[in-house]
């Protein structure tokens, strides 16, 4: 039942239980005093502040658990890792903010504000698991075709040229084949090869 | 003195200049870098907030990469790069099962053995103790050092300065003869991965930074990681709009002073590269030669 009443640390199927056993963070260690959402850059754009976040998971109630899935917050955290740093129970909020995204994505909860961060980290990650190396055009051309914002920092472009900024060739690492293992095997997405 | 380098990404594009002026000083300073063999990118946000699995992988074949080259020390300029392969190499040494886990994923040996310098860590150890010989022109501004997050955190991990005062890129601008001031920016963050997602929200973290900075009196913030460079000086349009005011205080790279401070010219430094024009050559004095000696000593060296 709720384990904030006793500030016991275990394991259960709750969501707090499962960031217990993946991350071995101890959500209910938090005593609420408010420090991370005090220095949290973002904070003021956050649906729930960070210490929030941590009540709501404490009750272990499900409806609680679904809105901080659900929540904006998660996805605008920036693991600047400030909150860690001050927390006097040495909470670490961003490796739990980790795995709660990646629980909301795997679980299709992600909140539809956060739509354009999920599609970046996407369209970043399908750049380097082809070449090994980020190309930033690449990024730049794909996150615009997902995210439909043509418009967006077209002026940078001619600029960014005429310093030297932009590189429309992608760098090819030799292990291409070692990347795509990688992926294949952390990821599930399947390599060229084995298409 | 041979040092092993992880450029990362952004310094083969974005931060080219960042990259040129790490190699200029280097040279100056005879250090021989040398890239980690056929290197990949460490993940950066993206991957460990959609996979964790993936942002452990990506980072430990470079490290392994690293070690099967024979490069016992590199250095990375890029502060989140480096702080990604300190959490790996952290992490998986901290965990064996993981450890083993990851080995099988990237295919390759992973001993965790590798000693990561951040860029200041290498301008302490190679290049400070040979600067004062080598200063021709002392950098003699008032400038802000700016270290944002991760160089500095998570401090547990990387346990590198003070993470609320650093003062590591301080000194080093103490060193070349120039004032550091304090304020109340240095570690805050400047937005850094949303900055194409979340444009508005950069404008507002790195408009507050800028804001701090000028207002103190600063002519120009010195930063060692590409994602805040990019933020702080490309993104100054944005920066404007949440200030509502043009802010002209450009943003260098400490490799950059350092630079500029041994003589090295703007363009090999990379400096024509930056959106906010930098000027600073034009207010540097030369050093007179009476005062010279004198210039040799820092003055106020905490």
Same mark, same amino acid.
């Given at each position: 039942?709720?384990?904030?009443?006793?500030?016991?640390?275990?394991?259960?199927?709750?969501? !707090?239980?499962?960031?217990?056993?993946?991350?071995?963070?101890?959500?209910?260690?938090?005593?609420?005093?408010?420090?991370?959402?005090?220095?949290?850059?973002?904070? !003021?754009?956050?649906?729930? +502040?960070?210490?929030?976040?941590?009540?709501?998971?404490?009750?272990?109630?499900?409806?609680?658990?679904?809105?901080?899935?659900?929540?904006?917050?998660?996805?605008?955290?920036? !693991?600047?890792?400030?909150?860690?740093?001050?927390? +006097?129970?040495?909470?670490?909020?961003?490796?739990?903010?980790?795995?709660?995204?990646?629980? !909301?994505?795997?679980?299709?909860?992600?909140?539809?504000?956060?739509?354009?961060?999920?599609?970046?980290?996407?369209?970043?990650?399908?750049?380097?698991?082809?070449?090994?190396?980020? $190309?930033?055009?690449?990024?730049?051309?794909?996150?615009?075709?997902?995210?439909?914002?043509?418009?967006?920092?077209?002026?940078?472009? +001619? $600029?960014?040229?005429?310093?030297?900024?932009?590189?429309?060739?992608?760098?090819?690492?030799?292990?291409?084949?070692?990347?795509?293992?990688?992926?294949?095997?952390?990821?599930?997405?399947?390599?060229?090869?084995?298409? | 003195?041979?040092?092993?380098?992880?450029?990362?990404?952004?310094?083969?594009?974005?931060?080219?200049? &960042?990259? @040129?002026?790490?190699?200029?000083?280097?040279?100056?300073?005879?250090?021989?870098?040398? *890239?980690?063999?056929?290197?990949?990118?460490?993940?950066?946000?993206?991957?460990?907030?959609?996979?964790?699995?993936?942002?452990?992988?990506?980072?430990?074949?470079?490290?392994?990469?690293?070690?099967?080259?024979? =490069?016992?020390? %590199?250095? %990375?300029?890029?502060?989140?790069? &480096?702080?990604?392969?300190?959490?790996?190499?952290?992490?998986?040494?901290?965990?064996?099962?993981?450890?083993?886990?990851?080995?099988?994923?990237? /295919?390759?040996?992973?001993?965790?053995?590798?000693?990561? =310098?951040?860029?200041?860590?290498?301008?302490?150890?190679?290049?400070?103790?040979?600067?004062?010989?080598?200063?021709?022109?002392?950098?003699?501004?008032?400038?802000?050092?700016? &270290?944002?997050?991760?160089?500095?955190?998570?401090?547990?991990?990387? #346990?590198?300065?003070?993470?609320?005062?650093? #003062?590591?890129?301080?000194?080093?601008?103490?060193? =070349?003869?120039?004032?550091?001031?304090?304020?109340?920016?240095?570690?805050?963050?400047?937005?850094?991965?949303?900055?194409?997602?979340?444009?508005?929200?950069?404008?507002? =973290?790195?408009?507050?930074?800028?804001?701090?900075?000028?207002?103190?009196?600063?002519?120009?913030?010195?930063?060692?990681?590409?994602?805040?460079?990019?933020?702080?000086?490309?993104?100054?349009?944005?920066?404007? /709009?949440?200030?509502? /005011?043009?802010?002209?205080?450009?943003?260098?790279?400490?490799? *950059?002073?350092?630079?500029?401070?041994?003589?090295?010219?703007?363009?090999?430094?990379?400096? #024509?590269?930056?959106?906010?024009?930098?000027?600073?050559?034009? &207010?540097?004095?030369?050093?007179? @030669?009476?005062?010279? #000696?004198?210039?040799?000593?820092?003055?106020?060296?905490?």
């Amino acid at each position: 039942m709720s384990s904030a009443s006793n500030h016991e640390i275990h394991v259960d199927n709750s969501l !707090s239980g499962l960031i217990l056993k993946h991350t071995e963070v101890p959500v209910q260690k938090c005593y609420q005093c408010g420090k991370c959402s005090a220095g949290c850059p973002v904070v !003021s754009e956050m649906d729930y +502040p960070p210490s929030l976040i941590l009540r709501m998971l404490q009750t272990g109630l499900p409806e609680m658990e679904e809105k901080v899935l659900r929540s904006y917050s998660i996805w605008l955290c920036l !693991s600047c890792e400030q909150c860690i740093s001050r927390c +006097p129970m040495e909470i670490d909020i961003p490796k739990m903010m980790d795995y709660l995204r990646q629980v !909301s994505y795997k679980k299709k909860m992600v909140n539809p504000r956060a739509k354009n961060i999920v599609r970046f980290h996407k369209a970043f990650l399908d750049s380097i698991r082809t070449t090994g190396r980020l $190309s930033e055009f690449g990024l730049t051309v794909d996150y615009k075709l997902r995210s439909l914002k043509m418009m967006q920092d077209l002026t940078l472009v +001619p $600029s960014m040229i005429s310093r030297g900024k932009l590189g429309f060739i992608p760098e090819m690492i030799k292990g291409t084949k070692e990347m795509a293992k990688i992926f294949a095997k952390t990821t599930g997405l399947k390599s060229e090869e084995e298409k | 003195m041979k040092l092993g380098i992880y450029p990362g990404c952004s310094l083969t594009g974005s931060a080219r200049d &960042y990259n @040129e002026s790490v190699f200029a000083i280097a040279k100056a300073c005879d250090i021989q870098l040398e *890239q980690v063999p056929d290197w990949n990118c460490c993940g950066a946000t993206a991957a460990h907030n959609m996979n964790k699995e993936l942002s452990l992988s990506l980072p430990a074949r470079i490290l392994a990469q690293a070690e099967k080259a024979g =490069l016992t020390d %590199i250095v %990375i300029p890029c502060a989140a790069c &480096y702080s990604r392969l300190m959490v790996t190499q952290h992490e998986l040494n901290n965990d064996p099962v993981l450890k083993n886990r990851i080995s099988e994923i990237i /295919e390759m040996d992973f001993k965790g053995t590798t000693n990561i =310098l951040n860029v200041v860590q290498m301008i302490d150890l190679y290049v400070s103790p040979v600067l004062k010989e080598k200063i021709v022109k002392n950098f003699s501004h008032k400038v802000a050092c700016y &270290y944002g997050c991760l160089m500095v955190r998570p401090y547990k991990v990387l #346990q590198y300065d003070q993470h609320e005062d650093p #003062q590591g890129m301080d000194n080093v601008i103490r060193l =070349l003869g120039g004032t550091a001031i304090d304020w109340g920016y240095k570690v805050e963050c400047c937005g850094a991965g949303l900055t194409m997602s979340k444009t508005e929200i950069v404008g507002m =973290l790195s408009g507050k930074i800028v804001k701090d900075a000028a207002r103190r009196g600063a002519q120009a913030i010195v930063v060692a990681c590409p994602m805040c460079h990019s933020n702080l000086d490309m993104r100054r349009p944005a920066i404007n /709009e949440y200030i509502g /005011e043009k802010m002209d205080i450009p943003v260098i790279y400490i490799t *950059q002073a350092i630079g500029l401070a041994l003589g090295i010219d703007e363009k090999t430094l990379g400096l #024509q590269r930056h959106f906010v024009p930098v000027k600073m050559a034009e &207010y540097i004095p030369p050093v007179p @030669e009476s005062k010279k #000696q004198k210039a040799k000593e820092p003055t106020n060296t905490i």
